[in-house]
């Protein structure tokens, strides 16, 4: 998907059709962000796995290791924002029914004291910054000639 919305944009440059690579960029955003999040996911399911026989003795989350904690709060915060990966909902459950329901509260509103890595609440971050788009159009511009700049449709850096 990443590399047909980036073509898209490609395609539409050199044709000044600026107008049209707004949405396209967004969308490009937005299943990049998708990936960077699958990818995390990925790895606090294998750091979780790495634990897997401390998290069936332990029942405390406070006596986990740092490292599981994170990749639990990580899956947990996820899961409240990834819906079409149904599998973190059930990981989700499993970790209230063994850790209590403060500790999933705590991760997914972002409480004082939460264990919730900054890289995975940036990436599921719905704000999208102002001039991220802008940076997509021009620096597939660049990457790929299109003599585009930015005054030539009325960005401001």
Known sequence: MLR??????????????FSETIP????FYEDERRL?????????????????????HQSDVHLLPDVTKEAMAGLI??????GELK???????????????????DCVDLRRGNVVGDEIVKILDTKLPEDEITNI??????KHQSNITSSAYGFSK
Request: proline share 1%.
């Open 36 to 56: 960077l999040a699958y990818d995390q996911v990925e790895y606090f399911c294998a750091s979780i796995l790495k634990d897997i026989s401390v998290l069936h």
């Open 137 to 142: 159009v021009m620096e597939l511009s660049r």
């Open 4 to 17: 047909q919305s980036r073509s898209d944009i490609i395609q539409l440059l050199p044709n000044g059709c």
């Open 24 to 27: 396209k960029a967004k969308q």
């Open 77 to 82: 915060f996820a899961a409240s924002r990834i």
């Open 87 to 105: 599998e973190l909902q059930y990981i989700r459950c499993m970790f209230v029914e063994r850790y209590g329901l403060q500790f999933d509260k």
